[in-house]
């Protein structure tokens, strides 16, 4: 089946990106979000990409223009994926939202679609049955930043056809992606399993008082040549992501330090720091201060 229709679920800082550069590629892409605000947030959040397909890839306006003429938006699911050849999911990490998403759009999308779950810590056969289409069912992660950090972590479930995994490798790298192609599931991929320790790191400092995030990540920074630290990396995956995942593991394995993780990060939520995409988490942008020349000034 070739793919031409593309569906992306989720418009949050990552499900934006990966839907405009799916669109910059040249399919044709819907972006489904729950209601009218959220697609409003979702249209401004792709606009707001052009300064960077600009300085960081050379886009022309042309380019760029042409890029947002193959996305429409829609908040009406059945018809968001009515037509699509893949479904990418990008909605919030979390089991239960995720079962009952992939429920329904069992019931609308073509029989022959492939559905993806852009997961960052979730591994796809928690979720193959929900879809009613296990063999058509994987995994595929995207960095962020996805027109720059250009890896797709590919994985498959113990059900996922094999064939069908070689068409997503194959897409991967017709929307300018680095297949990364995964041998066994493993939550967290690669790039989490290697990250999610540091962040976890970072913000168990933030959260015990050793220190703030700002010297935490200029400790980082100095010490190893990192252009960033746990903090500024957790402004671009975005606060409310690492909500979820912190609320997930407090659930879980209710330790008194991860519950107060995820209420620090709540406070944060409430007043609107949600990250890069808000203008403000742990740093204000644009312009934050660990890009400042004088951060790491003796």
């Known amino acids: 089946m070739a793919i031409q229709n593309v ?31 959220a697609i409003n947030k979702a249209k401004d959040r792709i606009k707001g990409l052009r300064h960077l397909y600009k300085r960081d890839i050379a886009a022309t306006d ?17 018809k968001a994926v009515a037509n699509a050849d893949l479904v990418i999911e990008a909605i919030p990490e979390r089991p239960d939202i995720k079962r009952n998403f992939y429920k329904q759009i069992a019931n609308f999308a073509p029989k ?20 009613g289409r296990p063999k058509q069912f994987l995994n595929m992660h995207f960095a962020n930043q996805v027109w720059l950090n250009n ?3 590919i994985m498959a479930s113990p059900k996922t056809d094999p064939a069908i995994y070689k068409e997503i490798v194959e897409f991967a790298r017709s ?15 690669i790039l989490n399993t290697l990250l999610i320790p540091l ?6 400092l933030w959260v015990k008082g050793v220190a703030d995030p700002q010297t935490i990540d200029k400790t980082w920074m100095a010490a190893t040549g990192s252009p960033r630290g746990p903090f500024a990396i957790l402004d671009a995956v975005g606060i409310r992501t690492a909500y ?17 993780l995820a209420d620090a990060l709540k406070k944060m939520l409430d007043a609107g720091k949600l990250g890069l995409e808000s203008g403000e988490g742990f740093y204000k942008y644009p312009n934050p201060a660990y890009e400042d020349k004088g951060f790491l000034d003796i």
């Open 244 to 260: 979820n995942i912190t609320l997930a593991q407090a659930q879980d394995d209710p330790k008194p330090e991860t519950q107060a």
């Open 62 to 78: 042309a380019d760029f223009e042409k890029g947002l003429a193959n996305i429409n938006y829609s908040w009406d699911l059945e």
């Open 151 to 153: 890896t797709a972590e």
């Open 199 to 204: 962040l976890s790191a970072g913000e168990e």
């Open 175 to 189: 929307i300018g992606m680095i297949p990364i192609q995964l041998k066994k599931e493993q939550p967290g991929y």
């Open 112 to 131: 022959e679609a492939i559905f993806t779950s852009n997961s960052s810590t979730l591994v796809p056969s928690m979720f193959m049955d929900d879809t």
């Open 7 to 37: 569906t992306v679920a989720g418009s949050g800082v990552l499900g934006s990106q990966i839907a405009y550069q799916t669109a910059f590629k040249g399919y044709n892409v819907t972006v489904y979000d729950i209601n009218e605000d």
